[in-house]
């Protein structure tokens, strides 16, 4: 119990501490700049490890070991396809967003094509944040509920609480500044844990590879072309990984507020293009590291006869807290913790900025009357609004199988039709917002009958959607009249 208590400490110190130095950021909130792109004054090393945060939430820190667990180094492949994205989307995305005065993503679809889409694309969205950040949060249940004992709707209810008063208080300023304190945390806990990890294993990595390498694990490209139907379902392929990792970044880092809104704080397009392609470089570095930890523990289980259990994704937070050191323990849930409410406070400031942006005021128009301030408090409870609704996604998330693949494969589904209205804006002339949102439209209902009805695996939803609504967008375009 002494044990228990020194790694409970070291938890709640973390805690307390992260969401003191976020709430310290409310005094430099003085209008909607401020609250949505932390005045953009960030500089591009700070952004660029905010990106990585906001890629790494939960789902990857104990979902990408139970990859390679179970599996071989095969993920890696799609974060090739991450690598391909950032490349577009510095080149076509990055110039047009800095051409205006631009607080979300989807204030460009009202520049290329009317009103209508711009509040189309937001709702998509809003619905798309929702519900994938409602798994995560629902992942982080899973570590709490390991190390407290708690029940689930207690273990969420921690987390989303403490995150949200430093998201309600300091606003993008306070998500950027936690998410370089919480990334350096959770990088340094991997380490830490993979050190603890090789100590309790006979023969330390070199016995690792001893075992591992024989049965394939290492294994990281795959180029089988295979059967059509096999070829289409197998997720961890080169051509799926590549392809689909290339469609998956390019709809999130391109069109999702939860990325976009990070490129935006940027002092100029030539920070915003730094930060995005050296991000690449710390995410797949991350992502080898925990597959390390995933072979690492595979090769433990083995060794030692243990019994797997029955959900791999808690195989690498039970190790942490029944395995390692006092108080390395509490230091590397804390690490995972970080991880969880650097993710969650980004996207609550997204959903509340797209809220208050592309849909709020529109709606009551700008009007003179209501000052910056009054705005400002109206963003802030539009924070505390979705925070509510992310609890309510939490918990219907139980049920929904592998955390990392219902997170990936929920934004595969919408993302498609994202990428394709954003792509039909850039890439052409003719097609009108008409045309786009019948193209959006079509792209989500093929994209939902795939995931529905086909075995076709989840890296390809969004370049078939993307194809569809870029495809029956630009047709379906009334020609224009000269």
């Not at 998330?397 to 219902?406: D, F, P, Q, T, Y």
Request: some cysteine.
């Amino acid at each position: 119990m002494p044990s228990r208590a020194i790694d409970l400490a070291v938890i709640a110190v973390y805690l307390a501490g992260i969401t003191w130095f976020g709430a310290r950021f409310r005094n430099s909130q003085h209008s909607l700049k401020d609250y949505f792109l932390g005045g953009r004054n960030a500089p591009w090393w700070a952004i660029a490890l905010s990106i990585v945060s906001a890629e790494t939430s939960t789902l990857t820190i104990i979902g990408t070991p139970s990859l390679s667990f179970n599996g071989n180094f095969g993920f890696l492949q799609v974060a090739f396809g991450y690598l391909l994205a950032r490349i577009v989307i510095s080149t076509l995305f990055l110039p047009a967003y800095f051409r205006g005065e631009m607080y979300t993503a989807y204030q460009l679809m009202d520049v290329r094509f009317g009103p209508r889409i711009r509040k189309l694309t937001a709702g998509t969205f809003l619905i798309l944040r929702a519900l994938a950040e409602g798994v995560r949060v629902f992942a982080i249940s899973i570590v709490i509920s390991i190390v407290l004992g708690t029940g689930e709707m207690t273990s969420i209810l921690v987390i989303l609480l403490l995150t949200l008063v430093y998201t309600y208080e300091g606003g993008m300023t306070a998500v950027i500044w936690t998410d370089v304190v919480q990334m350096i945390l959770y990088v340094v806990g991997a380490g830490v844990s993979l050190w603890a990890l090789l100590h309790q294993i006979d023969g330390g990595w070199a016995h690792v590879v001893a075992t591992v390498e024989p049965l394939g694990k290492f294994q990281v490209l795959d180029f089988r072309l295979g059967p059509p139907g096999e070829f289409f379902s197998r997720t961890y392929s080169f051509w799926g990984g590549v392809i689909g990792g290339c469609f998956l970044t390019t709809a999130s880092h391109g069109t999702e507020q939860l990325i976009v809104q990070r490129l935006l704080s940027a002092g100029s397009e030539r920070q915003s293009r730094a930060a995005l392609l050296s991000s690449w470089v710390v995410i797949f570095v991350q992502f080898t590291l925990f597959l390390i930890v995933g072979v690492c523990l595979f090769t433990l289980y083995q060794d030692r006869g243990m019994v797997r259990p029955a959900v791999t994704d808690s195989i690498y937070p039970k190790f942490i807290w029944e395995q390692l050191p006092t108080g390395i323990s509490g230091l590397v849930i804390a690490a995972i913790l970080a991880a969880a409410m650097s993710n969650l406070s980004a996207a609550l400031n997204a959903l509340a900025s797209t809220t208050v942006m592309d849909l709020w005021r529109p709606f009551v128009g700008n009007r003179a009357e209501i000052s910056e301030s009054v705005w400002l408090g109206r963003a802030r409870l539009a924070t505390v609004a979705w925070g509510g609704v992310l609890l309510g996604v939490a918990l219907l998330a139980r049920n929904w199988g592998s955390v990392l693949e219902a997170g990936l494969g929920i934004a595969s589904i919408i993302y498609g039709s994202l990428l394709g209205v954003f792509l039909l804006g850039l890439l052409t002339r003719k097609a009108t917002e008409t045309g786009a949102m019948f193209g959006m439209s079509a792209g989500l209902a093929i994209t939902l009958y795939v995931r529905i009805f086909t075995p076709i695996a989840w890296t390809w939803y969004i370049l078939i959607g993307t194809a569809v609504t870029f495809a029956v967008g630009y047709i379906s375009s009334p020609k224009k009249q000269y």
